[in-house]
Nanobody, 124 residues
Framework: QVQLVDSGGGLVQAGGSLRLSCAAS????????MGWFRQAPGKQREFVAA????????LFADSVKGRFTISRDNAKNTVYLQMNSLKPQDTGNYYC?????????????????WGQGTQVTVSS
């Protein structure tokens, strides 16, 4: 079992920044990839970014490329999502997720463990 606790959400004006954190605990040796997804009201959960646990490979949704970065601190078992130049359309509940197979995944079904979510609201 892997437990994920995500945090760092909040209310920010358009153009601002936030940094989300995801702390992993438990059987983290089984984790190959960590990802971030978001879900706005009435919409499906969508991929935001992913990073491999060991190699540092990353993948981003086109909508966030150049604005968001993802990083990890293996010593702390924590993954970060730095969000800059935020837009109102970035609003949603952000979830971190853990994938227990190789390969950067970009669909929710490829991830096995999920955090509880942290709300990000970007005002215009």
């Amino acid at each position: 079992q892997v437990q994920l606790v995500d945090s760092g959400g909040g209310l920010v004006q358009a153009g601002g920044s936030l940094r989300l954190s995801c702390a992993a605990s438990g059987r983290t040796v089984s984790v190959y990839v960590m990802g971030w997804f978001r879900q706005a009201p009435g919409k499906q959960r969508e991929f935001v970014a992913a990073i491999s646990w060991s190699g540092g490979s990353t993948l981003f949704a086109d909508s966030v490329k150049g604005r968001f970065t993802i990083s990890r601190d293996n010593a702390k078992n924590t993954v970060y999502l730095q969000m800059n130049s935020l837009k109102p359309q970035d609003t949603g509940n952000y979830y971190c997720a853990a994938r227990i197979a190789p390969g950067l995944g970009s669909t929710p079904g490829e991830y096995y463990y999920w955090g509880q979510g942290t709300q990000v609201t970007v005002s215009s």
